[in-house]
């Protein structure tokens, strides 16, 4: 069983960016993966928390991509470019059902097919990220132990600004 080191308040210590960005390919899939598995057998409102919650992670880590890793890349090595352009027309894919998902409700027809098609994007989207954009990273001159911490730390504050709009949802319900 894995125990807490003391004094880490629960967060997860990360080597460097990519280990960071890495862990949150995996936290995603296993959310894509639950919510496919389970699909048939949750209520609409089990769905669409689960739903939800693959779309903010999505959400704050492509803006920490987006803010942070892909222009720290862009400056410290050319050849990133066109992976980095590709990966962004891929966000923008995401981000369009991501937007779609929040909008509409797990009885509509197409609530589930969307879904999953973000699961396939991102899928595609990881599987090139670590085999061209991470192995490009560790050749670039980059400090990827700053990064991870600058990534982390900016995580951090958007997973805070999302829990407080989450809230202020709530309270106006």
């Given amino acids: 069983m ?3 080191k003391s004094g880490s308040k ?4 990360f080597r460097d960016a990519l280990a960071l960005l890495k862990a949150d390919h995996e ?3 296993e959310l ?17 928390e689960l739903a939800h919650k693959i779309c903010e992670e999505l959400t704050i880590h492509a803006r920490i ?7 720290a890349l862009r ?3 050319e050849e990133a470019e066109d992976a980095l352009n590709e990966a962004a027309v891929e966000h923008t894919s995401i981000k369009s059902l991501v ?5 509409d409700s797990p009885d509509s027809e197409e609530f589930d097919a969307k879904v999953k098609v973000i699961g396939e994007y991102v899928k595609h989207h990881v599987k090139e990220e670590q085999n061209e954009i991470f192995p490009m990273a560790r050749e670039a001159d980059l400090d990827l132990k700053e990064l ?6 900016r995580k951090a504050e958007l997973k805070g600004e999302m829990g407080e709009e989450s809230g202020e949802e709530e309270a106006a319900a």
């Fill in 32 to 48: 894509l993966e639950k919510y496919e598995k389970g699909k048939e057998r949750m209520d609409d409102e089990k769905k669409s």
């Fill in 10 to 13: 629960g967060k997860k210590q």
């Fill in 148 to 153: 991870g911490e600058q990534l982390a730390a």
């Fill in 65 to 71: 991509e987006e803010e942070i890793f892909y222009p």
């Fill in 2 to 4: 894995a125990t807490k």
């Fill in 99 to 103: 937007e779609q998902v929040e909008e």
């Fill in 75 to 77: 400056e410290a090595s």
């Fill in 27 to 29: 936290a995603v899939s």
